[in-house]
């Protein structure tokens, strides 16, 4: 009888129709393609929705983070076990993810610009293609063009102006400041309330005001790092100071001139052979700013249009690594990942080299990116702060058809 009951415990145990105290299911939970639905924890009581789109192809993962009309890809995915690691595409951020189930991601979300152990809680649900709420079913008639004031009545007050598309809820638009815009913004507007929310790789911002007849009031976050007021009204005349107004040459210089190392450790100087009679295009820039990506997209364009004409793009780069061997790293896989075919050059190797020292002939550097246009005599033909990127509409589209001009006019001299 005894070994009779041992040889049905062994194969019920063999054949897992019996299970001891200690043993627990080691079947590990897979990542799924298709449409999940983000939320970064920014403060207390305050998340901040981004969708994503997992594809799997040849047992490769691909992460696409989507804002409006702009989606970010990237295949630097590892699934190990129940965790799977995302890296950004251009930025020095990534993902440290717990698979819970089928339907759900949990983890952190690193930031390595803004310090080594700065993290957002974050988590991913399946399903899930909605930006802020599933089916709202009133809200609020947006206007589209607002007068903006960020942090009213502070020291760091500036204006800004409101560029919104609205379809019913859904909401799309931008804010463009004097140094640069907001990028690719998307969300809703649930009753009085809009809501929008970007998620790039190395801005997590989230906007949340209340809307009244011509008049929105409301928070803007940017990670849990900072927060500022800001509010507005509809003013379709509304303009800013001119971008190529605010930074210029101090008096004592008529020239402007550099000397930096490349990527690959040689030295550039403006007065190379290979600058000579040529028009040149600086452009101030860092590998972790969102906005020097949008116009290096632009600059590659115009490199491949007119360098066989005589334009030559050259980058300055301004890190903000920890040390040069990182922003080197950091710069060489934003010319892979856009395929900038310019030199880069390493203008600041960490974040404590200012640029203004750098360039000393400079009055300021108040915005990255900062673009300058130097003729073929070497005289300064413009120096624009900021960019407006296709997220703003006309404002990319004016400022598209004027550089292209500039150049062109340039090449003629």
């Not at 008096?251 to 990527?263: A, G, N, P, T």
């Not at 880069?344 to 080299?353: D, M, N, P, Q, S």
């Not at 020292?357 to 009055?363: G, T, V």
Request: proline content about 3%; glycine content about 8%.
């Amino acid at each position: 009888m005894e070994n009779n009951f041992i040889k049905i415990f062994f194969w019920a145990v063999l054949f897992g129709l019996y299970s001891c105290g200690d043993t627990t299911d080691t079947i590990t939970p897979t990542l799924l393609a298709g449409d999940w639905r983000a939320e970064l924890q920014l403060v207390e009581g305050v998340k901040m929705p981004f969708n994503v789109t997992v594809r799997k192809e040849n047992e490769v993962f691909n992460f696409s983070f989507k804002n409006g009309e702009e989606i970010l890809p990237t295949s630097d995915v590892v699934v190990k076990g129940d965790s799977v690691f995302v890296k950004t595409s251009i930025f020095d951020s990534e993902f440290k993810l717990k698979i819970e189930n089928d339907s759900t991601l949990s983890g952190l979300w690193y930031n390595y610009y803004k310090a080594p152990d700065y993290a957002l809680a974050v988590t991913f649900n399946r399903g899930e293609n909605f930006r802020f709420q599933e089916k709202p079913t009133t809200s609020a008639e947006l206007g589209k063009k607002y007068a903006i004031t960020f942090g009213a009545g502070t020291e760091d007050e500036y204006k800004a102006i409101g560029l919104f598309e609205q379809n019913g809820t859904q909401l799309s638009g931008s804010f463009a400041t004097e140094t640069g815009d907001y990028r690719y913004l998307e969300g809703q507007v649930i009753g009085q309330t809009m809501y929008l929310s970007t998620f790039d790789g190395s801005h997590a911002f989230l906007f949340i005001a209340a809307v009244e007849d011509d008049i929105i009031d409301g928070t803007f976050y940017s990670g849990n790092h900072y927060q500022e007021s800001f509010n507005g009204y509809i003013n379709d005349s509304i303009t800013l100071k001119d971008p190529d107004s605010l930074t210029f040459l101090k008096k004592d210089y008529s020239r402007i001139y550099f000397e930096f190392e490349s990527l690959k450790g040689d030295t550039v100087k403006l007065t190379d052979e290979r600058f000579e009679n040529k028009v040149v295009l600086l452009q101030i820039m860092g590998s972790w700013c969102p906005n020097c990506m949008d116009e290096s997209v632009f600059f590659k364009q115009l490199h491949e249009q007119y360098s066989s004409q005589g334009l030559e793009v050259v980058a300055l780069a301004f890190e903000r690594a920890k040390t040069k061997e990182k922003s080197i790293k950091n710069l060489n896989r934003m010319q892979e990942k856009l395929q900038l075919p310019y030199s880069i050059l390493l203008a600041g190797e960490t974040r404590e080299v200012n640029a203004v020292d750098q360039l000393p002939m400079l009055n300021q550097i108040m915005s990255y990116p900062t673009s300058i246009l130097i003729g073929k005599n070497g005289d300064i033909l413009s120096i624009h702060t900021g960019f407006y990127g296709p997220s703003t509409g006309s404002y990319y589209d004016r400022y598209v058809e004027k550089m292209n001009q500039k150049i062109i006019e340039a090449l003629k001299d």
